[in-house]
């Protein structure tokens, strides 16, 4: 979740009763049987029906745009821009696509979003590719 992200918050029991809130902490570890990581959030006011063991509905207020974790070897860095290679099945052919790293590890980098799903994209040899250059598929590559 970016940082900024703003929460509704309403009761349950009467939904005319809300606030709003950020979030506050992520645990680190996420719940080996559900894969769900608890997340504690900061209320911007406290409404005085919001007692303790209150039963309260929370949603996200806008839409979050979708994250796209790829490996190191499909980003290509020139010019001061970061792109990735997408992959045309029926022509065999390549086509770069400028994107947004949001952060990266040792082995890949997390993109705010640049690809949509279905589409394939290049993740060997990206510093030799020439726009509509016709490439050999690995059909046993995972797609």
Known sequence: LPPDVVFLVAGQLDPSVNTTAIVREIEPQAQSA???RR???TLAETPPAFRLGTAIS???STAIAPRI???LTALQEADGKTRIWLLDTQSQTVLPRD???ISRDANSALL????KPG???VTAGVNSLKPGQKVKIDE???R
């Open 69 to 71: 974790e790829v490996p």
């Open 112 to 115: 705010n979003g640049g690809v």
């Open 99 to 101: 994107v947004t790293v």
């Open 140 to 142: 046993d590559s995972p």
């Open 34 to 36: 559900t894969r769900t």
């Open 119 to 121: 589409e394939r994209i």
């Open 39 to 41: 997340a504690r959030l």
């Open 58 to 60: 929370v949603t996200l």
